[in-house]
T-cell receptor
């Protein structure tokens, strides 16, 4: 079973920030938080990952709470093309250690 | 650089038929994976290969076999297809942290 809990769906207005929450209360000390998204029926796409520090890249920001029991993915200026299912996954980092276990994710709908 | 490629894109089989799904990556990755995705669900791991010459079972391996032909190619075989294997199949490879996914094969078993 997935080790994360996410809301099944969220809406966001185009141009606004989308904040997607994830609970992972049983995360272990050596497990990273990963985010992927799946647009329509395409293969999932990596977004970002982190261990305990906040992370930012060209796609998004990842905020991890100090106790590491929850995190938030932030898309700073959502566009219609960001409409997708977003998966929050915890796993041991690196290679084949700890394969990705996908839950049902959050379906984000960005509306004009 | 094509990334991860999969063939075929679509396939319809009759119950009991066999087929092989092909996957190749050109990123020189050691690890490769096969997942299936049923409607409205997340992906589930079928088999993975940590390196050339090794394969291991994932969450749902029954009814499937795999071959890591070389570093580039990882194939998935259905020996006797069943309607329960109707799904979308994704292949992936990893560069240590990020998994790169192929476009998927949509398989229907009648």
């Amino acid at each position: 079973d997935a080790k994360t809990t996410q809301p099944p769906s969220m809406d966001c207005a185009e141009g606004r920030a989308a904040n997607l929450p994830c609970n992972h209360s049983t995360i272990s000390g050596n497990e990273y938080v990963y985010w992927y998204r799946q647009i329509h029926s395409q293969g999932p796409q990596y977004i970002i990952h982190g261990l305990k520090n906040n992370e930012t890249n060209e796609m998004a920001s990842l905020i991890i709470t100090e106790d590491r029991k929850s995190s938030t993915l932030i898309l700073p200026h959502a566009t219609l093309r960001d409409t997708a299912v977003y998966y929050c996954i915890v796993r041991v980092g690196g290679g084949s250690q700890g394969n990705l276990i996908f839950g049902k994710g959050t379906k984000l709908s960005v509306k004009p | 650089n094509a990334g991860v490629t999969q063939t075929p894109k679509f396939q319809v089989l009759k119950t009991g038929q066999s087929m092989t799904l092909q996957c190749a990556q050109d990123m020189n990755h050691n690890s490769m994976y096969w997942y299936r995705q049923d409607p409205g669900m997340g992906l589930r791991l079928i088999y993975y290969s940590a390196s050339e010459g090794t394969t291991d079972k994932g969450e749902v391996p029954n009814g499937y076999n795999v071959s890591r032909l070389n570093k580039r190619e990882f194939s998935l075989r259905l020996e006797s297809a069943a309607p329960s294997q109707t799904s979308v199949y994704f292949c992936a490879s990893t560069d240590y942290n990020e998994q790169f996914f192929g476009p998927g094969t949509r398989l229907t078993v009648l």
